[in-house]
Nanobody, 122 residues
């Protein structure tokens, strides 16, 4: 089982950028599809982005397309979420997640990180 630790959250003004990182432990990192979810106060956790094990496939929630970019470095066992043009509605706790499949990423989550808070001020 892979264990995940997020970092990089913080407070940023609208229009600004942040890069989240998620460091994984374990020897099979590249076998997992990786991704990010977010949960705003009082709302359900929702999908943000996912990337395949080899990094060649990515997909995004419509709300972040063109602004967020997911990437991974398998040698460093780390996945990143570059967030640009941030909006107040991006404010949420962001969670990294490892999944057993890319094609059914959200349906086969194997591990969650503890979350990192992102606050975007207007």
């Amino acid at each position: 089982q892979v264990q995940l630790v997020e970092s990089g959250g913080g407070l940023v003004q609208a229009g600004g950028s942040l890069r989240l990182s998620c460091a994984a432990s374990g020897r099979t990192f590249s076998s997992y599809a990786m991704g990010w979810f977010r949960q705003a106060p009082g709302k359900e956790r929702t999908f943000v982005a996912a990337i395949s094990g080899n990094g060649r496939g990515t997909y995004y929630a419509d709300s972040v397309k063109g602004r967020f970019t997911i990437s991974r470095d398998n040698a460093k066992k780390t996945v990143y979420l570059q967030m640009n043009s941030l909006k107040p509605e991006d404010t949420a706790d962001y969670y990294c997640a490892a999944s057993r499949t890319y094609s059914n990423y959200a349906g086969t989550i194997a591990s969650w990180g503890q979350g990192t808070q992102v606050t975007v001020s207007s």
